[in-house]
Nanobody, 111 residues
Framework: QVQLVESGGGSVQPGGSLRLSCTASGAILNIDFMSWYRQAPGKERELVASIYTGRSGNLADSVKGRFTISRDNAKNTVYLQMNSLEPEDTDVYYC?????WGQGTLVTVSS
């Protein structure tokens, strides 16, 4: 069974930056496809970014030019670098891979 643990969430002012991390452990040490989702209360979970091993990432239109997804296979970790954050980016962010979800990490953007 795969476990995913996110970290790096927090509170930031508009225009600020955060970097989320998601580390995988358990039965599958190298997950080919990993992604980040976000979800606000009462709304559906939204795909934010995804990445395959050895390829560049894909980003949702709403975050292109501001967010970057990357991965370090040696550390079994995928990152989401978030720059120029906006209040609309306030959500719980979830990592997904190999059929597993992380517990979520809260990002709050507010002045």
């Amino acid at each position: 069974q795969v476990q995913l643990v996110e970290s790096g969430g927090g509170s930031v002012q508009p225009g600020g930056s955060l970097r989320l991390s998601c580390t995988a452990s358990g039965a599958i040490l190298n997950i080919d496809f990993m992604s980040w989702y976000r979800q606000a209360p009462g709304k559906e979970r939204e795909l934010v970014a995804s990445i395959y091993t050895g390829r560049s990432g894909n980003l949702a239109d709403s975050v292109k030019g501001r967010f970057t997804i990357s991965r370090d296979n040696a550390k079994n970790t995928v990152y989401l670098q978030m720059n120029s954050l906006e209040p609309e980016d306030t959500d719980v962010y979830y990592c997904h891979g190999a059929g597993a979800w992380g517990q979520g990490t809260l990002v709050t953007v507010s002045s």
